[in-house]
């Protein structure tokens, strides 16, 4: 069985699993993986909820296209999981289906708000949002969002999508 493409990018809002499906995607394929988010902390050397707090949201979007092209740049095969913002802004999107496959990770706001309603306080567009707050914001901006991960090549739409559903769905398109 041949694997078509070594470049793969996870995209989707917070809480669709990028971090947690991303690196188990890479074990199970022998890649690297790359978390964008981790990328950015430690480059700065601060967390994210830090950098939106000292440097704003602006900076943020910079630093993360900034290392965005550093991974792009990276010849090995790899697992990318995006920050939820990433394909949304600059040419992220564009850089990102010149380079290998897009797979959009998507959920429905009522379960994307269960999950993060527990993992709100690392997430600072979150942070400080009641469940009813959560389910609002998250259908407004998925609505915004939406038209930018729709150019994912692939689209995976469930309540629980495993790994086993990505490999699935990577070597059939091959
Ligand atoms: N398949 C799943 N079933 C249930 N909970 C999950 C699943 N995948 C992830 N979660 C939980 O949802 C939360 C968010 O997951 P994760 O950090 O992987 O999301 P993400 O897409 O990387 O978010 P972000 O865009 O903020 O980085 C975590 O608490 C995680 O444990
Ligand atoms: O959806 C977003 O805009 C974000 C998602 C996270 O992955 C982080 O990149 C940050 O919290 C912003
Ligand atoms: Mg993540």
Redesign the pocket.
Known sequence: MKLIQHKIFLLGF?GCGKSTLGKKLANKLGFQFFDL?KCIEEKVQMS?TDIFKTKGEEQFRKLESDELINILNSNDNYVVAL???APCFNENMDLINNSGTSIYLKYNEGILASRLINAKAE???IVNKTKEELIDFIAKLLKEREQYYLKSKLVIEGTNITVNEVTDLLFKDS
């Open positions: 917070m988010d994210i920050g939820g913002g997430r600072p567009l």
